[in-house]
């Protein structure tokens, strides 16, 4: 499986693309960030943000994108922006016909640290390990990326099967009028 994983945010938007399955080690296809100058307005700020996502999706062709969930945070213009990009990112693979799932911050840190509490640089030491990769993606938001990209290797297989079994499920009960 081919994993896109953004880390959505306005200035530095993270991108990290990883092949893999379950249960083996991830391989790092790319990583890096979609940059925006802030004294540009939003709407022209999301346009590149959309316009660099499409060129990844295109280049890399892959077979899901992995957003992290955008939490409650102090600074309310950091967290809508942080919101406004994650939207971005679910609605151009959406459009472009691929799965959307959305990883919360503790849950990509458990997956790749053992913790869900781990700080970012326990995170991009361990997104170095398990990549083999020679130096630490920088910036922050790219071995973000990666780690959302590697979670979604390792945990969306479980989660894919489970969406699939509830959806069979519900066609079922459908199909047969609603009752059980």
């Known amino acids: 499986m081919r994993v896109l994983g953004v880390d ?21 296809i790319a990583v890096g960030v979609v940059k925006t100058p802030a004294d540009l307005d939003i709407a022209r700020r999301l346009v590149l943000i959309e316009a660099g996502i499409i060129e990844w999706i295109t280049e890399y062709k ?11 945070q102090h600074n309310v213009q950091t967290v809508m922006g942080t919101a406004q990009a994650a939207g971005v990112a ?11 799932a959305l990883h919360t911050p503790s849950e990509v840190k458990a997956a790749v640290t053992g913790s869900g509490r781990a700080g970012k640089e326990q995170v991009t030491e361990m997104v170095t390990r398990i990549l083999k990769l020679p130096e ?12 959302l990209a590697i979670c979604h290797v390792w945990r969306g297989g479980v989660t894919n099967r489970f969406q699939q079994a509830v959806a069979a499920q519900a066609s079922s009960a459908s199909s047969r009028g609603g009752r059980r």
């Open 136 to 147: 630490r993606p920088t910036p922050a938001d790219a071995a973000d990326a990666l780690a």
């Open 90 to 100: 679910m609605l151009v693979a959406a459009r472009m016909g691929l799965p959307v």
């Open 62 to 72: 892959p077979d899901a994108v992995a957003v992290e969930r955008v939490f409650a």
């Open 8 to 28: 959505p945010g306005l200035t530095r938007c993270g991108l990290g693309l990883v092949e893999g399955s379950a249960g083996r080690p991830p391989t790092m």
